[in-house]
């Protein structure tokens, strides 16, 4: 694992964009397996910057993204779909056919997680996944469990998640309970995983992710047996 700790949120993003731009110049039809929420926003800013400077070429690239509200859909201005268009894909040049969220409107769920792992497997895996973390160590919607949960499926969010993403909404009354996320295997499956935090808040959780046991009541903390992980870290 490499543990890289820089102090500001904008050094994280770019060095974060700097990995997945090489990753894409080395391999222009890689898969990348891509996270919402606040933390990579910047580095998608980034990215976009380099896009449009000529630097990066997306058109080859196929995105899978980790997580999606159960019952909103993609017009949902709340929904991961719907961010992950505004804040990325409408301003470089991935084909959106090749961008795939989970569907937290299919009628079978549990149908549709299934789907979700056969695409992964069928794309070859994930070349490089991006995760954030949550202050209880969840990874994509992995909620702290007696055990890992290997496929996509559907989670009931735990109460300090959807308090921590009642800052998207309006109120807290209307943030989705549930999320239909990735599971453990697709995850550590990727053939690289680059982890951003950022914030003095996150930093017990890598602590614990990272250096104390392996743990399903810590979901990050299996990130210590990839082969290929990177952290960043930002205090500020
Ligand atoms: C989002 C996701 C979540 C977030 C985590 C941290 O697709 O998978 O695991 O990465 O909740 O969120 P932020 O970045 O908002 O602190």
Partial sequence: MKFITVDSYDKMSRQAANII??????????????????????????????????????????????????????????????????????????????????????????????AYDEHIRQLGG?????????????????????????????VDLHESTVKANARFFASEDEVPKRAITMGMVSIMQAKKILLIASGKEKREILEKSFYGPITPRIPASILQLHHDITVIYSEN
């Fill in 21 to 114: 731009s090489a990753q894409v110049i080395i391999k222009p039809d890689s898969v990348l397996g891509l996270a919402t929420g606040s933390t990579p926003i910047g580095a998608y800013k980034q990215l976009i910057k380099w896009y449009e400077k000529g630097d990066i070429d997306f058109s080859r690239v196929t995105s899978v993204n980790l997580d999606e509200y159960v019952g909103l859909d993609g017009h949902d201005e709340q929904s991961y779909r719907y961010f992950m268009n505004k804040n990325f894909f409408e301003h470089i040049n991935i084909d959106l056919d090749n961008t795939y969220v989970p569907n937290g409107c299919a009628v079978d769920l549990q149908g549709e997680g299934k």
């Fill in 126 to 154: 994930i070349d490089l996944q991006l995760l954030g973390i949550g202050h209880d160590g969840h990874i994509g919607f992995n909620e702290p469990d007696d055990y890992f949960i290997k496929s996509t499926h559907v």
